[in-house]
């Protein structure tokens, strides 16, 4: 089986930056994604690490360590349209295919 | 259209009553997978299908709840006898099947059970 841990909710100010932590257990690894989801509306696609490292995209970074098992979404210079759901998903070989799994999400409300 | 469309986008239903949902994905994608989505909660993986593959169905909560792919495209979730357990937002999504390839996401269905 797989488990996925997130924080439940955060909360972080206009101009700041915040650190979004995921730890998972599983077999089979075969990459990690972050998506977003605003109230309401469907989760879109933010970053994908399958190898050790930083993979920095704009405002948003995500940082992979598979000896950890552990992942984190960077996101700086926050803005009051970043207050949403974060989704880390790990995606698992499974009978051939690739299975990914969602955590339950970080809600981040930012604040003035 | 460009994305991945699903239908209806909101189902009211009775207890006991059955229901289908469907999903049209990116033309192209030959991943599709099924999820459920209760309210503030995360994203349940219910049913994952690739290319002709065997579908993993690990995810479905009983036996009530089963998918079908025809020819490699539209799916349909079909919910038989619905309990009010059942009310979520369905959600399906779509990929090109390899590694690296992200979901991509419909708008859901918003199933509600009286």
């Known amino acids: 089986g797989q488990n996925i841990d997130q924080p439940t909710e955060m909360t972080a100010t206009e101009g700041a930056i915040v650190q979004i932590n995921c730890t998972y257990q599983t077999s089979g690894f075969n990459g990690l994604f972050w998506y977003q989801q605003h109230a309401g509306e469907a989760p879109t696609f933010l970053s994908y690490n399958v190898l050790d490292g930083l993979e920095e995209k704009g405002r948003f970074s995500s940082f992979l360590s598979r000896s950890k098992g552990y992942s984190y979404l960077l996101l700086k210079e926050l803005q009051m349209k970043d207050s949403a759901s974060y989704l880390c998903?790990?995606?698992?070989?499974?009978?051939?295919?690739?299975?990914?799994?969602f955590g339950t999400g970080t809600q981040l409300k930012v604040e003035l | 259209g460009a994305g991945v469309s699903q239908s209806p986008s909101n189902k009211v239903t009775e207890k006991g009553k059955d229901v289908e949902l469907r999903c049209d994905p990116i033309s192209g994608h030959t991943a599709l997978y099924w999820y459920r989505q209760s309210l503030g909660q995360g994203l349940e993986f219910l049913i994952y299908?690739?290319?002709?593959?065997?579908?993993?169905k690990s995810g479905l909560p009983s036996d009530r709840f089963s998918a079908e792919r025809t020819g490699g495209s539209v799916s349909t979730l079909t919910i038989q006898r619905t309990q009010q357990e059942d009310s979520a937002v369905y959600l399906c999504?779509?990929?090109?099947?390899?590694?690296?390839?992200?979901?991509?996401f419909g708008n859901g269905t918003r199933l509600t059970v009286t």
């Open positions: 998903a790990v995606r698992n070989l499974t009978g051939g295919g690739n299975k990914l799994t």
């Open positions: 299908f690739q290319g002709n593959s065997a579908p993993d």
């Open positions: 999504a779509s990929s090109l099947g390899v590694d690296y390839s992200p979901l991509h």
